[in-house]
């Protein structure tokens, strides 16, 4: 059997294998985890599976990172609905021409929250915040094929008396069909519980065409704790310079339907803008500063 046909048996396996994993319906804890890194990904509707070719391959498919020819530093901010703020900081080494090792840092900061009594009187207030802490290595096994895997810490903090802790990890794969077509396959957040909540574990499986210009692309995921949904994305750049990006996405509770953005790009740095609509919760301005070096 040929390498193509074998990786795609192995990318289509793994996606239904997890898949019956996943399509467990249920309450799931460390949420934060499914807010979307980057403003790159989320202006194209989090259709990231099967692009992954910058450092926030970390958060959505680790095998991207074999992608990266030098070295790369990001860093973002989001401003997120009801005054919940996210910063996230990435640095990624090429190690070789075809495996890379990279870090991250994911901090969530809820805000101030006012603390009650039973009988609802005012008593104090407090700061719940949520840290995620992970590392990646990736690599090609073959000119055609990537694999690559992270692993991780999660803190979610309610106040001093009140922590929870857990591990987890992500695994993903990327394979080449041609110079313009890629298939991607990322299990996110596998891991066992984060005190008696499980990890919002999800599969996604994508596809992804590149030319000079133009990147479209499109995931099909299934979350553990919800339906299956699956959403696209465009990036256009004019003269290398200036890029349009748009994106939609289906059928979840929040952050449902079109997104848009741009990128600004300036020698090896590159500046991108994401705007979601989240409905009556208000609207997220993620903010992403790229530079390799």
Known sequence: ??????????ILTLAVTVSCYASEPGITGANFLKIGIGARANAMGEAFTAVADDSTSLYWNPAGLSQLKERELS???NLWFQSIRQGYLCLVFPVSTDEAVG?????????????????????????????HISIGYAKKI????????????????????????????NIGLLY?????????????NIGNK????????????????????????????QPKDNDLYWCAGAEWWMRNSIALKVGYKTNQDIGSGL??????????????????????????HRISLTMKF
Request: net charge negative; glycine share 10%; with cysteine.
């Open 1 to 10: 059997m040929r390498l193509k046909e074998g990786a795609i048996i192995v």
């Open 75 to 77: 860093a973002m901010y």
């Open 103 to 131: 870090l991250s840092v994911n901090y969530v900061d809820i805000g101030s929250l006012e603390r009650r009594d039973e009988e609802c009187n005012l008593i104090g207030i407090f700061r719940p915040s949520e840290l």
């Open 142 to 169: 073959h000119r055609k094929l990537a694999v690559g895997l992270t692993a991780g810490w999660i803190e979610d903090n309610i106040d001093d008396n009140y922590r929870k802790e857990a591990f987890l990890g």
């Open 176 to 188: 080449s069909l041609n110079r313009h077509f890629t298939l991607g396959v990322a299990a996110q």
């Open 194 to 221: 984060i005190g008696e909540d499980p990890l919002p574990f999800i599969l996604k499986t994508g596809i992804a065409f590149k030319s000079e210009a133009l990147t479209l692309s499109a995931d099909l995921a």
């Open 259 to 284: 997104t848009a953005g741009l990128g600004f790009k300036a020698g090896k740095v590159q500046l991108d803008y994401a705007y979601v609509p989240y409905g009556d919760l208000g609207n997220a």
